[in-house]
């Protein structure tokens, strides 16, 4: 692999031959990272990535387009068929710029947005301060009733909402693990007048895969995506519509010329080879291999006593309190695991009191390790090790574990294939 890049240019050949070393080896429980399947890749590395193709199919500002157009066609069509939506927009290049050109879209300067709490569980791009977003339009943040149950205060956000008349009622999330009550978003939104919007970034898969609810058949207008994490396709955006002509032209508009130029073909064509791998009955299996795998974790740190936030998960992610149950920052977690060669992130806990580089919590989850054939037995083991290195913190613990990572990860090699 990777000839080429080895005979002329040796220095990023050796980053990507550690990379690959790294991957094969190690556990990745980043929730929002997975393996993408080879046909994906070659896709990436295909001479799409030469073309430009400002427009969209059959409406394009530059000529040549006979072979793009069909791959940007085969791209919506799929999206559509997976997600039950009405239309689709494959050209956002990450879930940031589908968000972004989802408000612009939706959206004048100075109106009112509700979305959750970062941290809560929401998203930078749900209006955190640090974003420029937040110069342009008004967030105004949701919070969980309860921690320790994930319960979201359904009355307190109508309350609310009928005080700041929000333009856009946002769900979704990157760290809260637990279904949300889309009837009541999608409730709160038409009694306000607002466009109920997801982000399905994180559980994207578990949609497709029919192992989670469909926020559409909920009464939700648009749905924004990210098409790698649990989808498993190339990094890169989506933005859905359900019905609404009108609110799918203007994301048109918004995506392009709003915000993108030339949009990325290769990348169109690995997404429409993601929606035809997530079609195919084997994807549902394995949506419902990666609840399973985190129910048999969630069920090794329940038996330890640690602080699960909302007490475990029923979705594809934990995020665990290690300050309060273990007695580590989330910061030194990270780094005792990955020395482990268990990779997650360290993520800040609802109202953490501890700084954002080092807060008191972690976040793992199963996307990519269920992507490498583990099943429930495999998974809980990798919870009993992460508990051993971050309860013994020597040198030989870590040791042992990572001597054991190796075993599982080189027994589950990384598929390049869904079939
Ligand atoms: N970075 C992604 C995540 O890890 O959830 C969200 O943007």
Not at 99 to 114: E, K, Q, R
Not at 308 to 319: A, C, E, K, P, R
Request: aromatic share 8%; proline share 4%; no cysteine.
């Amino acid at each position: 692999m990777y000839d080429f890049i080895e005979r002329e240019d040796p220095e990023i050949f050796e980053a990507l031959a550690g990379e690959e070393k790294r991957q094969a080896e190690g556990l990745e429980l980043i929730p929002s990272e997975n393996y993408v399947s080879r046909a994906v890749k070659e896709a990436m590395a295909s001479s799409l990535t030469n073309k430009y193709s400002e427009g969209y199919p059959g409406k394009r500002y530059y000529g040549g387009q006979e072979f793009t157009d069909k791959v940007e066609t085969l791209a919506i069509e799929r999206a559509k068929q997976l997600f039950g939506a009405s239309y689709a927009n494959v050209q956002p290049l990450g879930g940031a710029n589908a968000n972004i050109a989802m408000y612009f879209a939706l959206l004048a300067p100075g109106d009112t947005v509700l979305g959750m709490d970062l941290s809560h569980g929401g998203h930078l791009t749900h209006g955190h301060p640090v974003t420029y977003l937040t110069k342009i339009f008004n967030f105004v943040r949701y919070k969980m009733k309860n921690v320790e149950t994930g319960e979201i205060d359904y009355d307190e956000m109508r309350r609310v909402a009928r005080e700041v008349k929000p333009k856009i009622v946002l769900a979704g999330f990157s760290a809260y693990p637990r279904e949300l009550d889309y009837a009541q978003f999608a409730d709160i939104a038409r009694e306000v007048g607002a466009v109920a919007v997801m982000d399905i970034a994180h559980i994207a898969g578990l949609i497709a895969g029919r192992a989670a609810k469909n926020p559409f058949d909920y009464g939700f207008d648009v749905m924004t995506s990210t098409t790698h994490k649990t989808l498993r396709g190339p990094r890169g955006g989506l933005i859905l519509t359900r019905e609404s002509e009108e609110i799918a032209k203007k994301i048109d508009k918004a995506v392009f010329p709003g915000f993108q130029g030339g949009p990325h073909m290769h990348q169109i064509a690995a997404k429409a080879i993601a929606f035809q791998e997530a079609l195919h009955p084997a994807f549902a299996q394995y949506a419902k291999q990666i609840l399973l795998n985190t129910k048999a974790m969630e069920a090794v740190f329940k038996k330890h006593g640690a602080r699960m936030i909302t007490g475990g998960s029923d979705n594809h992610l934990i995020l665990l309190d290690v300050w309060s149950s273990i007695g580590i920052s989330g910061g030194e977690a990270e780094i005792l695991l990955d020395r482990a060669g268990i990779t997650l992130n360290k993520n800040a806990v609802a109202d953490d009191t501890r700084k954002p580089m080092d807060p008191s919590g972690i976040r793992f989850g199963t996307p990519a390790i269920t992507t490498r054939g583990f099943r429930e037995a495999g998974s809980a083991r990798v919870a009993e090790l992460m508990l051993e290195v971050l309860t013994k913190r020597d040198d030989a613990a870590v040791e042992h574990a990572r001597q054991e990572v190796k075993i599982l990860a080189l027994a589950h090699p990384i598929p390049e294939s869904l079939y």
